[in-house]
């Protein structure tokens, strides 16, 4: 089984739309979790990181961490053009020096 | 905001050359990493970098690959001899204590 499992197929929604995006992972020692936008040829971008099983809200973004099932989604409300990009999820903590296992990224295009 | 700079953006090389590829990352940052991203696959870690030294490192980084932090300031990455494979974007990572994870924007090696 692999590390952390994205499914990357590529995610069209209109204007307005919730985005739902999610993760599974095998390893039970990973402690903190975090989603990263990028653009194309461009480096990942923190969009949020969470630590805790629950949710946790930044502005039309949602992180949520079910570590009892080792799923993590991330939603994006009102989607907009720009959030258009590739949307990965990256998750630590099993290391001394915290190196970070990536999923394979969904690519996500909000159709205006 | 501080970011994290990678020099060249783009940088085309005949096999079985060297190659420097140049970071430097945010100021006050304590943790160094390198990951590479082959076109089409996951952010993959190569190395981890602490207190002047190689805290961990993967697989991929074999004996052709080094890193240096020359100066204080600069924070490197050499590969000794390319092949194809080695053709990839290259990001640059750092870290101060926490989850401040920062990528740069990726140098795009192309070896040919």
């Known amino acids: 089984q692999k590390e952390v499992e994205q499914d990357p197929g590529p995610l069209s929604v209109p204007e307005g739309a919730i985005v739902s995006l999610n993760c599974t992972y095998s390893?039970?020692?990973?402690?903190?979790f975090m989603w990263y936008r990028q653009y194309s040829r461009k480096g990942p971008e923190l969009l949020m990181y969470t630590y805790s099983s629950g949710n946790k809200e930044d502005g039309r973004f949602t992180a949520q961490v079910d570590k009892s099932s080792k799923y993590i989604s991330l939603f994006i409300r009102d989607s907009q053009p720009s959030d258009s990009a590739t949307y990965l999820c990256a998750m630590g903590g099993t290391y001394g020096n915290n190196r970070l296992a990536f999923g394979k990224g969904n690519q996500v295009v909000v159709i205006p | 905001e501080p970011e994290v700079t990678q020099t060249p953006s783009h940088q085309v090389t005949q096999m079985g050359q060297e190659v420097i590829l140049r970071c430097v990352p945010i100021?006050?940052?304590?943790?160094f990493y390198w990951y590479r991203q082959i076109l089409g696959q996951k952010v993959e870690f190569l190395v981890s970098f602490y207190n002047n030294e190689i805290s961990e490192k993967s697989e991929i980084f074999d004996d052709q690959f080094s890193v240096e932090r020359p100066d204080g300031s600069n924070f490197t990455l050499k590969i000794r001899s390319t092949k194809l494979e080695d053709s990839a974007m290259y990001f640059c990572a750092s870290r101060g204590g926490g989850f401040d994870y920062t990528f740069g924007s990726g140098t795009r090696l192309t070896v040919v």
């Open positions: 100021s006050n940052h304590l943790y």
């Open positions: 390893n039970s020692a990973f402690q903190y």
